[in-house]
T-cell receptor
């Protein structure tokens, strides 16, 4: 998990609340990603950012929002529009977000945040 | 669209025996393939990857994987399993960016490996 921190480790949300999950990396990586993990479904991509001030929707972006104002930070907001937000959320980064060879760079993952809706 | 299949939800093996965790993929063009391991309530750790070159790739902790283009497979192997290898293993694939793969990594659903004494 080294180099990528996520906070908090556990988060509880009431119905109708927005919550923000923090992700910070000190690896000087260009690209950052947010995934959601549910039992038996693997990881699903929520949003990704290849460079500062730019981001794209992943496969399950509805009910989520992100920002990328700094290279080292990629916070994820889970809005009240996300109907089933209880899950394990993983942030990742990779060294090069663009270029023809970028696809071969492995992603490094943070320790995760477990979000539970009360 | 790219996809990954891990046909076994769980693999059980005795310590000291060889282990195999299966992965097949579907992607346009030559794939980039990855294996990750996840311990309970932790993030994923990178094990190894195939980009190009030798079909047999060696990675961390004694793991290796063989890329088989004709069978579209990338099975993870280890000659002698340890109890400490017990974890959840994910295979992932990405198409080359020039073929429209972007930076999206598609994961399989994971295989739980249990190594027993």
């Amino acid at each position: 998990d080294g180099g990528i921190t996520q906070s908090p480790k556990y988060l509880f949300r009431k119905e109708g609340q927005n919550v923000t999950l923090s992700c910070e990396q000190n690896l000087n990586h260009d690209a950052m990603y947010w995934y959601r993990q549910d039992p038996g479904q693997g990881l699903r991509l929520i949003y990704y950012s290849q460079i500062v001030n730019d981001f794209q929707k992943g496969d399950i972006a509805e009910g989520y929002s992100v920002s990328r104002e700094k290279k080292e930070s990629f916070p994820l907001t889970v809005t009240s529009a996300q109907k089933n937000p209880t899950a394990f959320y993983l942030c990742a980064s990779s060294i090069d977000g663009t270029g023809s060879l970028a696809g071969g760079n492995e992603q490094f993952f943070g320790p995760g945040t477990r979000l539970t809706v009360l | 669209a790219q996809s990954v299949a891990q046909p076994e939800d769980q693999v059980n093996v005795a310590e000291g025996n060889p282990l195999t965790v299966k992965c097949t993929y579907s992607v346009s063009g030559n794939p980039y393939l990855f294996w990750y391991v996840q311990y309970p309530n932790r993030g994923l750790q990178f094990l190894l990857k195939y980009i190009t070159g030798d079909n047999l790739v060696k990675g961390s902790y004694g793991f290796e994987a063989e890329f088989n283009k004709s069978q579209t497979s990338f099975h993870l192997k280890k000659p002698s399993a340890l109890v400490s290898d017990s974890a959840l293993y994910f295979c992932a694939v990405r198409a080359p960016i020039l073929t429209g793969g972007g930076n999206k990594l598609t994961f399989g659903t994971g295989t739980q490996l249990k190594v027993e004494l």
